[in-house]
Nanobody
Framework: QVQLVESGGGLVQAGGSPRPLCAAF????????MGWFRQAPGKEREFVAA????????YYADSVKGRFTISRDNAKKAVYLQMNSLKPEDTAVYYC?????????????????WGQGTQVTVSS
């Protein structure tokens, strides 16, 4: 059984730089790609960023490219999302997800385990 636990969200001022993290428990973390998704109130869940098993490949949504950075530490079984230059429209619940394979992409169907989410609220 895999458990993903996010933390590091909260209330942040516009322009702030929080760094949510996701801790993984269960199957061998280093064998799977990881991703971050988000869901704003009244909106569909959307892709944010993804990283392959060895961090050799990363993908970003156009809306966060150049502002967010995904990274991972396989020894600590953790994946991070460095957020910079936050905007009010970044307000959402941010979810960590583990891919079914060593790579990770933009589609939610590629992931088989999800965390409970961490709220990030950006005040203007």
């Amino acid at each position: 059984q895999v458990q993903l636990v996010e933390s590091g969200g909260g209330l942040v001022q516009a322009g702030g730089s929080p760094r949510p993290l996701c801790a993984a428990f269960g199957r061998t973390f280093s064998k799977f790609g990881m991703g971050w998704f988000r869901q704003a109130p009244g909106k569909e869940r959307e892709f944010v960023a993804a990283i392959s098993w060895n961090a050799g490949t990363t993908y970003y949504a156009d809306s966060v490219k150049g502002r967010f950075t995904i990274s991972r530490d396989n020894a600590k079984k953790a994946v991070y999302l460095q957020m910079n230059s936050l905007k009010p429209e970044d307000t959402a619940v941010y979810y960590c997800a583990q891919s079914r394979t060593v790579v990770a992409g933009r589609l939610s169907g590629e992931y088989d385990y999800w965390g409970q989410g961490t709220q990030v609220t950006v005040s203007s």
